[in-house]
């Protein structure tokens, strides 16, 4: 019982150390679950941004393409216009497919097409210009003498040239710089190549352009309608007083529509090169995107790994827990049954010791009890001897009455065997032998005659 205890407490020691060790190992286990866990939540958050951020990115990049969409559209449309020469007369329209097509020398174009200027004042110069808008510059007189032939000769309409070897324009004399909304000479406000300068002169060189109607009205009266003076929403005062006014749609005219084809040619480069950016980003976004899908489904596997090990882990330290039971259970049974064990040990040892003081006292009083016999018979001896009993037959009766076994002499009329020192023989009618030494008795038939004189042993 005890090995079988030792055993069991070395096993329940063993599995304690395994269970502990399998225990910090859960532990570790589960810190790494949670570590992933938080790295997902982290790589969740950076996912859901990242998202949001290339949707942003799309949606940005849609909004541009289809802006830019429009943007070509509408220069394709004024390209188209321009090319076709919508909005001019019909005269214009033969003379410049007939100088595209080489028929013509000379021909420069029409004045709205060799001008540019800036959006606010584009509706102000194309009123002040007004029908001069169509006027067709050419190169030299002998020029715009074959165009006029030609027009004849197709009966194309009438238009107007105006020869560069020709044309003498003056500016206004006056100063008017410092009056109270005045906005510029006409002339000065519109861009062009330097051979052109004389035409603008000659077709604006003398018309003002003011911020309003009241300004205008102001100068016109100051400088006694000297000039012409326009509006920056068209409204004109014409030189000896009269005025022009009204609404106007400020898409109509071809200097505004070529303002407009310049304008939307410009901001063409730009909004390309702003959707070129954004699909750029759009493609960073993305790529960002499907790494941060990747790194969270990284991150998952790894979880999905660590939670089978806490798992497995969990299922061992079930197992270890209910296996530590069951030995503790058995220790302390075997414990408790080895302590019945030595209670009853101790017991019997009491018991043992009660017993073995019993048989000390028995074979005490035995001892004393035989030395007062070998007393009593030391003195019956010497009373015999001193009386003379018996006298007669001694030798007969002596010889009858031998120890069986031993065949000692026969002890005369006593009843004390001399060899074996035993009262001899028992009453009865089966007489009694002792085997000497063995205290085995047998039963034999009684040969001899008990002593007609018993000796008393008092």
Request: proline share 2%; glycine share 8%.
């Amino acid at each position: 019982m005890e090995q079988e205890l030792s055993a069991a407490r070395e096993k329940l020691k063993n599995s304690e150390k395994e269970s502990k060790e399998n225990r910090r190992a859960l532990r570790d286990a589960q810190e790494e679950a949670q570590a992933v866990q938080n790295i997902i939540q982290g790589h969740s958050l950076k996912m859901d941004s990242r998202r949001k951020k290339a949707e942003d990115a799309a949606a940005a990049k849609l909004k541009l393409t289809m802006d830019a969409a429009a943007l070509d559209d509408r220069i394709r449309l004024l390209t188209e216009m321009e090319k076709e020469y919508e909005g001019f007369n019909k005269a214009v329209k033969t003379v410049m497919q007939a100088a595209e097509k080489n028929t013509l020398r000379g021909i420069h174009g029409p004045v709205a097409g060799l001008m540019t200027t800036k959006q606010e004042y584009a509706l102000a110069l194309e009123i002040a210009l007004g029908g001069a808008l169509q006027n067709i510059v050419v190169d030299r007189e002998e020029d715009a003498k074959s165009a006029i032939g030609f027009l004849k000769q197709r009966d194309g309409g009438r238009a107007t040239f105006l020869p560069l070897t020709a044309i003498r324009g003056a500016e206004l004399r006056e100063d008017v710089s410092g009056e109270y909304g005045f906005v510029g000479v006409a002339s000065r406000l519109v861009q062009h190549e330097a051979q052109y300068d004389n035409v603008f002169r000659d077709l604006l060189g003398r018309t003002v352009v003011v911020e309003d109607l009241d300004s205008g009205i102001a100068m016109a009266r100051k400088y006694r309608n000297a000039f012409r003076i326009v509006t920056l929403d068209g409204q004109v005062i014409n030189r000896g007083g009269s005025m022009t006014g009204g609404s106007v749609s400020r898409s109509a005219g071809v200097l505004s529509r070529a303002n407009e084809l310049g304008r939307l040619t410009e901001k063409q480069g730009a909004m390309h090169e702003k959707l070129r950016a954004a699909a750029q980003q759009a493609e960073d976004s993305q790529r960002e995107l499907q790494k941060a899908e990747y790194e969270v489904q990284v991150a998952k596997e790894q979880q999905h790994k660590a939670e089978a090990e806490v798992l497995t882990f969990q299922t061992k330290q079930d197992h270890y827990d209910i296996l530590l039971d069951s030995l503790r259970l058995s220790c302390e049974t075997m414990e408790q049954e080895l302590s019945g064990f030595e209670r009853r040990a101790g017991e019997d040892q009491t018991r043992i010791r009660e017993v073995q003081a019993a048989i000390d006292k028995a074979e005490s009083d035995a001892a004393a009890l035989r030395r007062e016999a070998q007393e009593n018979l030391a003195g019956q001896t010497d009373l015999n001897d001193a009386t003379g009993w018996p006298r007669r037959s001694a030798g007969r009766r002596r010889s009858r009455r031998r120890c069986w076994r031993r065949r000692t002499p026969p002890c005369g009329a006593r009843r004390i065997c001399a060899g074996c020192r035993r009262i001899w023989p028992p009453t009865g009618r089966a007489a009694t032998s002792w085997l000497h030494g063995s205290g085995r008795t047998t039963s034999r038939r009684r040969r001899t005659s008990p002593p007609t004189r018993p000796v008393s042993m008092s």
